[in-house]
């Protein structure tokens, strides 16, 4: 696609509930990121995936929360057993390694609020 | 680990005035540094890089970053501001060999008629 597409735009959930958000990066874009943004915060990062693999997830808070790639394209980040602390905008990027230096283009975002 | 300082989190100017939004990293042999803005309710659109060669490069809209190496600063500047300019600016660095994009927490720029 044009750009960086992300579902939901806004997620409203309980406490201790599931969520899933979806990331459909640009069309033949190898890297994909996903960041959270807190109120009042820059970005931060979460998990970077390189084609289906996670090559870095160093940045996952805790084990609620997960994120896969199976088919090196769309990827889901998955967050069990919410906590209002998870309340933020999640962020996806998604950048082709031959543009060099890694330059990442974001989409607009999934908010997501935890009551 | 690689980290950013925005020094100031909210910058208020009047229109046509210039301005200059401060951003530090922590040392490191080698950097790439971006300047990213977000609008009202939008993503984060690039602003400007630098990756090497010249360091004063201009982005869009009419802004311009200098890379200062012994000074660890990568400042954005533009010499005359409109009110369409107003919104949050994030600074980010990657150190060379890691994929990973650190943001400072950002600066507010609001202008003023």
């Known amino acids: 696609g044009a750009g960086v597409s992300q579902t939901p735009s806004n997620k409203v959930t309980e406490k201790g509930k599931y969520v899933e958000l979806r990331c459909d990066p640009i069309s033949g874009h190898t890297a994909l990121y996903w960041y959270r943004q807190s109120l009042g915060q820059g970005p931060e990062f979460l998990i970077y995936f390189q084609g289906t693999g996670a090559a870095d997830d160093s940045g996952l808070p805790n084990d609620r929360f997960f994120a896969v790639r199976p088919e090196g394209s769309v990827s889901t980040l998955k967050i069990q057993r919410t906590e209002r602390g998870d309340s933020a905008v999640y962020l996806c990027a998604s950048s082709s390694l031959s543009s060099g230096a890694n330059v990442l283009t974001f989409g607009a975002g999934s908010r997501l609020t935890v009551l | 680990a690689q980290s950013v300082t925005q020094l100031d989190s909210q910058v208020p100017v009047f229109e046509e005035a210039p301005v200059e939004l401060r951003c530090n990293y922590s040392s490191s042999v080698s950097v790439y540094l971006f300047w990213y803005v977000q609008y009202p309710n939008q993503g984060l659109q690039l602003l400007l890089k630098y990756l090497s060669g010249s360091t004063l490069v201009k982005g869009i809209n009419g802004f311009e970053a200098e890379f200062n190496k012994s000074q660890t600063s990568f400042h954005l500047r533009k010499p005359s501001v409109h009110i369409s300019d107003t919104a949050e600016y994030f600074c980010?660095?990657?150190?060379?060999?890691?994929?990973?994009?650190?943001f400072g927490k950002g600066t507010k720029l609001t202008v003023n008629p």
């Open positions: 980010a660095v990657r150190s060379g060999g890691s994929e990973k994009l650190v």
